[in-house]
């Protein structure tokens, strides 16, 4: 073709001599749904095409509830999570009174003896201190681990952070409680002796902790020492207890039991064997 010829395929001009560049093609309109639709949400079957801009979710007020956090359902069930996380610290701290009372009846108690100048010791170097501490920390670490083991058996459907919060706590409380209770059992009656006793008296101390206790600073309580062994049993014992477990959910999960369906009519599963007819 000559210049002067009109080319059908060459780009047209427009009116004020710009050369127009041709239109780009468009994407398919909403390959996955509706424009705005909330992303991992499915798309309701008959779900209305709306125009662009347009709420996607006007006429299904249904669908605002499946979002997260929106479902009163969802909020009873974190609220049932938390109270029972908060049930099992509560009672495994009340656990803690029998503990005490286990401690005081396997500690020995320290013999000490009344002197012009108060009550001392009736040996230089007393063993009894010693062996106080040693069972309180076999108690609650053994106290610790059990815990853990038995909630991790009992409440299989509350398994994950919740029951590790609540192990921990609860194993914390126990061993403060149980640390609380031996140490005031005749703790009155020791008090009236070294007041009251004549010098020359023998009588017991009751049990206490010298690697352990509770520093305050201002209202907050900050237990140390063998105190947290019976809240360290129960997390190191829950979280071994969480990566052995063959369910990614750690909880019980419906397996597979191999079965598998009966074989067509004629079929020979040994080789060489004619179909059977």
């Known amino acids: 073709m000559t210049p002067d010829t009109p080319d059908p395929e060459r780009t047209r001009e427009r009116a004020d001599g710009a050369e127009a560049r041709p239109e780009r093609e468009q994407p398919p309109a909403w390959p ?162 070294v007041e009251t006793a004549p010098p020359g008296t023998a009588f017991t101390k009751p049990v206490d902790l010298r690697a352990g206790g509770v520093d305050w600073f201002g209202p907050l309580p900050l237990p140390h020492g063998n105190l947290l062994l019976a809240a360290f049993g129960a997390a190191v014992t829950y979280t071994l207890l969480a990566g052995w477990s063959r369910w990614p959910s750690l909880r019980p999960e419906p397996e597979f039991d191999g079965g598998w369906p009966p074989p067509a009519p004629g079929f020979s599963s040994a080789p060489g064997d004619p179909p059977a007819r």
């Not at 949400?41 to 956090?69: F, K, M, N, S, Y």
């Not at 020995?108 to 920390?137: C, H, K, L, M, N």
């Not at 192990?167 to 008090?191: D, E, H, K, N, P």
């Open 32 to 193: 996955g749904g509706p424009p705005g639709w909330p992303g991992g949400l499915p798309v309701p079957a008959g779900t209305p095409v709306t125009a662009p801009g347009a709420d996607p979710l006007a006429g299904h007020p249904g669908v605002v509830t499946q979002l997260p956090g929106a479902s009163p359902a969802s909020r009873r069930a974190v609220g049932r999570v938390v109270a029972t996380t908060l049930g099992v610290a509560a009672l495994l701290t009340a656990l803690g009174a029998p503990l005490g009372l286990l401690w005081v009846w396997a500690a020995p108690a320290t013999p000490v003896r009344q002197t012009p100048a108060g009550a001392v010791y009736a040996t230089t170097q007393p063993e009894q201190p010693i062996a106080a501490d040693g069972w309180f920390s076999l108690l609650t670490l053994g106290f610790g681990v059990l815990a853990a083991i038995t909630l991790w058996v009992v409440l299989r459907r509350r398994r994950g952070p919740a029951g590790l919060l609540a192990v921990t706590l609860g194993g914390l409380g126990a061993a403060v409680v149980a640390w609380q209770v031996g140490r005031r059992i005749g703790l009155s009656t020791f008090q009236r002796l």
